[in-house]
């Protein structure tokens, strides 16, 4: 057994189809599926049995699952050390969602670089709280920040709960705190219908009786905000990006009753790389501060 077939029987696991799989190991479907074979035979034990169009893992297959990823833990753990070292530079990859963004260049990002210098630090750019998740499910960030709820095959160590705000052009006659019952009839740019998001928002109209008059659907945040500029249609989004509105020249309402989502470092169920760690440390010390 080696690393790489660790590798395979990690991510078939964890996709719980050979197509997927295979796809964020940029190899080929037949080959991860001959490859896990070989491995069954060499260990004499079935790792995984056909359900369906997937795979799901068997009583035995779960422990070698298990120690699967502690070893390539302990792989990335030693390379971390290497990395802390300065023998080379290290790369942390964090997922964010475009609302997120800001908070984690203007605050995350200044206090844990500070203490870590040597460590480059990507940001990957994710569409919303799906791509956040995808993102670390196909090990394309160590890290990703967003507001929860997130599946529960990842970690969640929630940081702050920012408060959902609504973002209105001028002239708009309103009172600050807005009612929930004056969105009744409200002109609102809102996420596209079907996605997370737009379903939180619809359950949260369907609470208060209330019923917006759609303007624009789109996941695209400039598109809101155009909108907004536009005087076409209010949105509603999160406090941290109350600042843009303003210099936009927007105005930025509170709502009563209050509404707020928790945000949190996401990441998936294994140790983390060092570098990660010490991201988390330093995002929870400033939460607490």
């Known amino acids: 057994m080696n690393l790489q077939q660790l590798r395979y029987v990690v991510a078939t696991a964890e996709h719980r189809t050979m ?24 260990l004499g034990m079935t790792l995984f049995a056909r359900s369906g169009r997937g795979v799901v893992v068997t009583a035995q297959g779960r422990r070698v699952v298990k120690l699967a990823r502690e070893a390539l833990d302990a792989v990335h753990e030693i390379e971390g050390l290497a990395n802390h070292s300065g023998v080379s530079e290290a790369e942390l990859r964090i997922a964010s969602t ?22 480059r630090v990507q940001i990957v750019r994710c569409d919303g709280r799906e791509g956040v998740v995808t993102a670390i499910r196909d090990q ?26 609504l973002i209105s052009p001028p002239g708009l006659d309103l009172p600050n705190p807005v009612p929930m019952g004056k969105l009744h009839g409200m002109r609102l740019a809102l996420p596209a219908r079907g996605s997370t998001r737009r379903r939180e928002l619809d359950a949260m109209f369907g609470k208060y009786a209330v019923t917006p008059v759609v303007v624009l659907e789109t996941d695209e945040r400039n598109g809101w905000l155009n909108a907004v500029r536009a005087g076409q249609a209010s949105l509603l989004w999160y406090r941290g990006m109350a600042e843009q509105a303003g210099r936009a020249g927007l105005v930025v309402r509170s709502l009563e009753p209050a509404v707020r989502r928790v945000i949190a470092v996401v990441h998936a169920r294994r140790r983390l790389p060092l570098i990660a760690q010490d991201f988390l440390a330093t995002a929870e010390k400033g939460t607490a501060a």
């Open 98 to 119: 475009p609302s997120l963004e800001a908070g984690l260049t203007g605050r995350l990002l200044p206090a844990y670089t500070a203490e870590h210098p040597g460590v």
């Open 19 to 42: 197509t997927d799989a295979a796809r964020s190991l940029y190899i080929a479907q037949p080959a991860l599926s001959r490859a896990i074979r070989d491995l069954e035979r060499e």
């Open 140 to 165: 394309r960030a160590d890290l990703g920040l967003t507001d929860l709820p997130v599946p529960a095959d990842l970690i969640t160590h929630p940081l702050e709960r920012q408060e959902i705000v």
